[in-house]
């Protein structure tokens, strides 16, 4: 898709006849640095933009490749083509640790931890009597290619941005995938991703590394450029530099990597001659300017400088922008594996006097029941009654206290919500949860994660597009049953709320589910949105689908289920049919009392 498109093309070409017109020197070596900083901000935008994890300690990782092979190539005489691969080695082992020790962290202490381990690389570096200490390491030697000498500026800068323009492509790629919308889903919490089989931990931990190695592979050319390498540009400074790049370009783009490594290598540079000038001394003021301007720019434009100046280039920068509109090839794909489906009538769920404390507060009692295949069983009762606890307790995002659930015969209590979702159950949440800046389709098609498999290298180098076909003619044929097919290429964030829950089962029908879990879908809709949802349900339960409906809404749920189970105060009220239901004293009193 990037390569046909000719703008990137005609980019291709400028940047490729930068060194051979009479461009001077100066500025060759300011492209060079834009290039090596937008690879290590690249790093940034998918870890820190897309991810939502924040990392001070980029240029440790920067550093880390440039040691690597500035010791090893002067030291030991190593080929910088084979000192590469020892430093992504190397970075990939201490991404690794690292991770294993950060990345269950949460909130403010994962970028407390990469200030921490920014400031250790660091002062190690510093420190080491083998790697000369704060005077660093000289004479790196100057890399070869086909015999080629790449000593000169000009020919260096062809190694450096080839390898930019790779690794943007790889992300791009990357980012448009099965493991690149699991990585999107990391941002709004990982309930919702592990609900549909997505491991959110390995992802964090997949992100960070390709991170730290486009860090490492950053480092790696930096020393060969400079020749030279000594601890001052791998510091915390610089960390927080690389970062600013990624916010300052906007740190949800990947060409946002390179804006920002533009601007402030650029700004960077007058700066440093301009401050000094005016308040003495030869402090690094440009880091208090760029604090400020960091500021600012959250303030007026957090989505950072690309997605403005796209605009501002009108309709040819527009085309630079991911397009929200997927190109629709997908007529004929395969479909996507299904499991084996119960019979009609077996047992599904049998869930066994489960029972949920919060400390003192008994918020699920003991309570049992069943569903069987291709029925409809309603939960319901007053706000507070424990529908959501039952609820969790059943689709694994809460543990037991005490009592058993059997899914198709298998304990299943005790178990993760990944691994659950993996055995055919799942699930729509009471508050919907999906990524807004996707498109419907694209939302609907993370339903399908568990019944494809490919990963981030095959996404990277495009080998997985007969998958992605049938993801998505999966995720349109869902869509299609709900009847939201003519809606798949909105973004998901526009839709009124009952469209955003019927795309909630849609995702859910796309994980090809053997029991389908609906928590309160009709909260908060208008009397046409209900109908509308009611008319989905029964269809579904037409076509042989079981659903659990935990709904506060008893007139919602009269006309719908087969049974009902009634909840009050964490225990068990009655269970019966509608008609059981509707005429007990006891639940009009349960519903009285606490309504009115
Ligand atoms: P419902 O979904 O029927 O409205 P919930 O299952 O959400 O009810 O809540 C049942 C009871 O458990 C309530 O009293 C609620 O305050 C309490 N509760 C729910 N979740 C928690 C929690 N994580 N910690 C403590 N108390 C909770
Ligand atoms: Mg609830």
């Not at 001070?56 to 030291?75: H, I, P």
Request: charged share 15%; aromatic share 8%; net charge positive.
């Amino acid at each position: 898709m990037l390569l046909r498109n000719r703008l990137f093309l005609a980019l291709v070409v400028l940047l490729a006849s930068l060194p051979v017109l009479p461009v001077p020197e100066f500025w060759i070596t300011q492209l060079n640095y834009v290039g090596l900083y937008a690879i290590v901000s690249l790093g940034l935008v998918l870890l820190t933009g897309v991810s939502g994890l924040t990392s001070f300690g980029q240029a440790a990782f920067v550093g880390l490749g440039a040691y690597t092979s500035a010791w090893l190539s002067t030291a030991h005489g190593v080929s910088p083509w084979l000192t590469l691969w020892v430093g992504v080695a190397l970075t990939v082992v201490v991404a690794l640790v690292l991770a294993a020790i950060t990345l269950r962290m949460s909130g403010h202490y994962l970028p407390l931890a990469t200030i921490a381990w920014g400031l250790s690389l660091y002062y190690a570096m510093s420190n080491m009597e083998f790697l000369g200490k704060y005077d660093g390491i000289l004479g790196v030697p100057a890399m070869n290619l086909f015999g080629i000498s790449l000593a000169s500026g000009r020919s260096y800068y062809y190694l450096i941005w080839l390898v930019a323009l790779l690794a943007a492509i790889a992300v791009i790629h990357l980012l448009d995938s099965r493991a690149g919308r699991a990585i999107r889903a990391l941002k709004g919490g990982t309930t919702m991703a592990e609900a549909m089989g997505i491991s959110t931990y390995r992802y964090k931990v997949l992100v960070f590394v390709i991170a730290a190695v486009l860090a490492a592979v950053s480092g790696w050319l930096f020393a060969h450029f400079q020749r030279t390498v000594n601890p001052s540009p791998f510091g915390l400074n610089k960390g927080i530099e690389y970062l600013f790049m990624a916010v300052l370009g906007g740190v949800g783009h990947v060409w946002g990597a390179f804006t920002g490594a533009a601007v402030v290598k650029l700004v960077e540079d007058q700066l440093q001659v301009i401050l000094p000038k005016l308040f003495g001394g030869n402090g690094n003021y440009e880091i208090i300017v760029f604090g400020i301007v960091l500021v600012v720019v959250l303030k007026v434009a957090p989505q950072g400088l690309f997605p403005g100046l796209a605009k501002a280039f009108g309709a040819i920068a527009g085309r630079w922008m991911p397009p929200t509109q997927r190109v629709r090839d997908w007529d004929g794909a395969p479909a996507l594996p299904e499991r084996d489906k119960p019979v009609a009538g077996e047992l599904l769920l049998d869930v066994q006097a489960v029972r949920k404390q919060f400390g003192g507060l008994v918020a699920v009692n003991d309570v049992s029941f069943t569903i069987r295949a291709g029925e409809i069983i309603g939960l319901i009762g007053p706000n507070g009654a424990g529908k959501s606890t039952t609820f969790n307790l059943i689709t694994g995002v809460l543990g037991l206290t005490r009592g058993q659930v059997l899914f198709r015969g298998q304990p299943v209590g005790g178990l993760s919500s990944r691994e659950i979702a993996e055995r055919g159950m799942s699930r729509t949440f009471q508050h919907v949860k999906m990524l807004p800046d996707m498109t419907v389709l694209e939302n609907v098609a993370l339903g399908g994660y568990l019944r494809s498999r490919h990963g981030v290298f095959a996404a990277m180098l495009r080998l997985d597009r007969d998958e992605e076909k049938r993801l998505f003619a999966e995720a349109e044929r869902q869509l299609a049953r709900i009847g939201m097919a003519g809606q798949m290429h909105e973004l998901a964030g526009n839709l009124a709320l009952g469209p955003a829950r019927l795309m909630e089962i849609a995702r859910a029908l796309c994980t090809d589910p053997a029991l389908l879990l609906l928590d309160e879908p009709a909260a908060g809709l208008r009397h046409k949105e209900k109908q509308a949802l009611a008319e989905v349900l029964r269809q579904l339960k037409a076509e042989g689908m079981s659903i659990l409906l935990v709904e506060h809404d008893m007139d919602f749920v009269m006309n719908l289920t087969d049974r009902i189970v009634v909840m009050e105060f964490g225990t068990k009220l009655i269970e019966g049919t509608p008609q059981d239901v509707q005429q007990s004293p006891a639940v009009r009193a349960a519903y009285l009392g606490t309504e009115h």
